[in-house]
Nanobody
């Protein structure tokens, strides 16, 4: 069973950068599709970026060309590099992993505990 632990959140000024990390324990991390979600106060959780087990990536329109998701299957870690941060990026960021386990499409999924990113002066 994969367990996910995020780190790297904090306070940053508008225009600044942060890199979030999500470390996975357990086996078979490379078989997981991974993603970052975020949830701002009073809003629903939303997808920020995802990366497949094969390395394909997708981004929310609001973060395209500013955020980059990547993974290191040797280190069992997925990253979110966030540049040109804006106050509206303020949220709790969650790491998510999902792996299909059989031909019928059953899957397992895991969530991290979240890390707070605050973009403010």
């Amino acid at each position: 069973q994969v367990q996910l632990v995020e780190s790297g959140g904090g306070l940053v000024q508008p225009g600044g950068s942060l890199r979030l990390s999500c470390a996975a324990s357990g086996r078979r991390f490379s078989g997981y599709d991974m993603a970052w979600y975020r949830q701002a106060t009073g809003k629903e959780r939303e997808l920020v970026a995802r990366i497949s087990s094969g390395g394909s990536t997708n981004y929310a329109d609001s973060v395209k060309r500013r955020f980059t998701i990547s993974r290191d299957d040797v280190k069992n870690t997925v990253y979110l590099q966030m540049n040109s941060l804006k106050p509206e990026d303020t949220a709790v960021y969650y790491c998510y992993g999902r792996m299909v386990v059989n031909v019928e499409g059953a899957y397992v999924e895991r969530w991290g505990q979240g890390t707070l990113v605050t973009v403010s002066y």
